[in-house]
């Protein structure tokens, strides 16, 4: 969903179908748990998870994801800036042949899978800048799933990470720049997930995407977000992995792994920002919505790492590829292991006062990259199984009443078979509570709405859920 400037009328299918926020200038956002104080919080992972992405996800393997990030790193430097020339790609050297090699693997999974996927390149020439010292030719490489309903295959959720690396210099391409962590853990990610989900049928459509020119500015990121604007796409969700090898340092936590999220966006108008901050919306943006999800579905596949939720668009000093969505109106959020070692990024190679530095593979936890691939594999699943979110859902304020009666519209693919409200304690990260109706499309709760914030979300027969939609004032 998109705050802020409203895109132009072929780009209203942003506004028209998001499923965090369909009322976003009148949002409301609604107060703390029950009349009881002391609620126990309730489990709201599903007790009967999908067993055909529960069996995809024990097909992701620690060993081809070590075979993807040894064959990353083989191609010495994949500065964005690097070799890309006929000789350097035959040679395998250099980020042209890192590129062609990512290419091949999504043609193999399409192979592998009848032609299933659809494998594309994004590619302009990025011009001079202060971490490009002349033209440079950027491409990212997609892999799409196209799903299989009509309606709900123009819902995108889209998984990436970016392939290039740097060193000490992001200028000097001649020293190696292995990046097994930092990313060549992420486009493992990627790679992963289109191997293991190609084998599955989806309503909605997935892409796996491998971007370059994140160390020089997420060129390759922003080029592909702009485009996708430019093309109405309907994405409604991005997971952006960065740095998920769980570097193998003292203070790493293999079982957590960080999940950020932005709050107010760069775009939001003034007028959005006071209603905002009068009614308390700033923990519901579209990306804050999606990070929630994420974290439940981790609950209901019972994944050996656990999503970290951090209220923040990224770290201090830091930025990626997400960014570039969230500055196009798309949710996305990042996944980043729980404690990170900067000797290992960012550096060149070398061993100073018994301190070893660079990003080398043999710090990299596969399992622990295997087991973050779990996590994404899953919400694509879900997130692309799910029926369409519930429309216009309003909560009435007609009067001055402690119930609470939220209303709306039927999803409109028609898959939905009932529906769940969901509802925290305004000062809760996460929801806390929920209950579910049938084919319905009213409910009144005995809950005071100005102490607690509400959501609806779809369900259709299998429990898959939509994300959640936060209701909008109606008088």
């Given at each position: ?18 499923p965090?926020f ?8 609604v ?22 992405i ?10 081809q ?31 042209g ?17 009848g ?8 590619s ?35 998984v ?17 720049a ?7 853990s ?15 049928k ?16 997420l ?21 952006n ?41 700033e923990?519901?943006s579209p990306s ?22 951090e ?14 969505f ?10 980043t ?17 018994g ?33 369409l ?5 309003r ?7 402690n119930?609470s009666t ?35 499309t ?19 027969e ?14």
């Open positions: 969903m998109h705050w802020g400037n409203q895109h132009e009328e072929k780009n209203l299918i942003f506004t028209k179908r998001s965090t369909l009322a976003i200038i009148t949002l409301w956002v107060g703390s748990a029950l009349s009881a104080p002391a609620q126990q919080v309730q489990d709201l992972s599903s007790p009967n998870p999908d067993p055909k529960r069996a995809a996800l024990q097909e992701i393997s620690p060993e994801v070590r075979s993807d990030i040894e064959k990353l790193v083989s191609f010495q430097t994949r500065s964005t800036i690097s070799a890309q020339g006929a000789a350097s790609i035959a040679a395998g050297h250099g980020i042949a890192a590129r062609e090699w990512i290419k091949g693997e999504f043609e193999r999974y399409s192979r592998d899978c032609g299933c996927l659809e494998v594309k390149t994004d302009y020439t990025q011009p001079v800048s202060e971490r490009v010292p002349s033209p440079v030719q950027i491409t990212s490489v997609y892999a799409v799933l196209k799903g299989t309903n009509a309606e709900d295959a123009k819902r995108i959720v889209l990436t990470g970016h392939y290039d690396s740097r060193n000490s210099d992001t200028l000097d391409t001649r020293p190696v292995p990046g097994a962590n930092d990313d060549a992420g486009t493992a990610v990627s790679l992963e997930c289109a191997r293991v989900l190609s084998k599955l989806f309503p909605g459509t997935i892409i796996f995407l491998a971007v370059p020119g994140e160390e020089q500015g060129y390759g990121s922003k080029h592909f977000a702009e485009y996708a604007k430019s093309q109405g796409w309907d994405i409604e969700a991005v997971l992995n960065d740095i998920v090898g769980g570097d193998k340092s003292t203070g790493q936590n293999p079982k957590v792994v960080r999940i950020f999220s932005e709050s107010i966006p760069d775009s939001i108008t003034q007028a959005q920002l006071r209603m905002i901050g009068a009614l308390g919306g923990n519901d804050r919505e999606l990070a929630r999800y994420i974290t439940q579905t981790a609950r209901t596949y019972k994944t050996e790492v656990a999503p970290l939720l209220f923040r668009r990224d770290r201090f000093l830091r930025g990626g590829d997400h960014i570039s969230n500055e196009e109106g798309f949710p996305a959020v990042r996944f292991e729980y404690r990170e070692n900067f000797n290992r990024q960012h550096q060149n190679v070398r061993t100073e006062n301190i070893e530095y660079g990003d080398l593979p043999k710090f990299v936890d596969y399992e622990y990259v295997a087991n973050v691939a779990r996590v994404n594999a899953a919400t694509l699943a879900e997130l692309a199984s799910a029926p979110a519930p429309q216009k859902v909560i009435e304020t007609k009067e001055l009443v119930d939220l209303v709306w519209e039927s999803a409109a693919d028609g898959r939905a078979t009932g529906y769940e409200v969901l509802w925290r304690s305004t000062s809760a990260p996460d929801w806390e509570h929920s209950q579910s109706f049938g084919n319905v009213r409910a009144t709760l005995p809950i005071s709405k100005d102490n607690v914030i509400f959501a609806v979300e779809s369900i259709d299998a429990r898959h859920k939509s994300q959640p939609v936060v209701p909008a004032p109606e008088r």
